[in-house]
């Protein structure tokens, strides 16, 4: 599949998690994994699943981890052709450690290794004559220099009419609020669909909280979709906003349920659903994935999304 409908970009790590809770990773402890993750990777792969042809654009190092990334793209049918194997770099790693107050610390190896050597002459004008859609976001454009000026670059290269979608997903411990709206700014510009979490519509554009953050998106003509974890979704348009419920399920790992929401997002716009049916689809979504340990595991199938919304 030479030209995708959907294509994501970024950082392809696999993820290697503390088995038990509280178990900080300054001491010694048993983990498990590896598990195939990266905020974009579990997006393109959850558009995959819900039917979509999907295409990714990004780097692996010639090794097992970089291996359990692309049988994973494999098995789901995201196209693979624009992920680049490199024999000088190994994957990229994230160490992950749950705590019981439900916070979660990370420890990143990306910058120096595949997923860091991203950069601009991987993305090959030619991928998007087929292009509806292309998601983006925010750590991706503030971890490394070269994988931000990849991500421009598929801006640049994308067909006007197709629409983009924007996942803030920063973490404001590495870069002051200024920063991070300076490289997101150009994105949020150009994005048709904005999918903040709580707190990062208020810190993007300098609100005194998300819900006029949103609202300001919302009157320059942005879709926004406010993540709220178990409590569901807000939808912000320019008409107006609605508020549309979770779904109850047991939460087994929440990682990764906001990048499997905003496939959501894109398959039900893509669809024509109604505001609505989107928010609840994309709910559906994401409480699935938290269903299973591993950022992916839990990602569902379009039967699945269905039997479950029943
Ligand atoms: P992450 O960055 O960890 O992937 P996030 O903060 O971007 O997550 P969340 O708001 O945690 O995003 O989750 C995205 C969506 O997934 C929520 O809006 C909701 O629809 C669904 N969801 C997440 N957690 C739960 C849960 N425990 N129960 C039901 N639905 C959930
Ligand atoms: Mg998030």
Redesign the pocket.
Known sequence: MAQPEVISMGNMLVEIMRIHLDSPLNEPGTFVGPFPSG?TPIYIDAVARLGHPAGFIGAVGQDDFGRCLLDRFERDGVDSSRVRVLTDHTTGVAFVAYFSDGSRKFIFHWRDAAAGQLAPDYVDPAYFGATRWLHLTGCNLAVCESAREACYQALAYLPAEAKVSF?P?IRPEVLSAEQIRALCDPVIERADVILP??GEAAMLTGARNDEEGCHTWATQGKLVFL???????RVFATHGDLEVP????E?TD????????CAGVTVGLLERMSLDEVGRF??AV??L??TRKGPMEGTPTRAQVIEFMR
Request: charge should be negative.
């Open positions: 905020d996942d997903n979490s709580l993540k709220q974890g178990p409590r569901g979704c979770g779904f109850q399920v939460e929440p990682t990764g349920a906001g990048d499997a929401f994309a709910n994401g409480a994935a938290v």
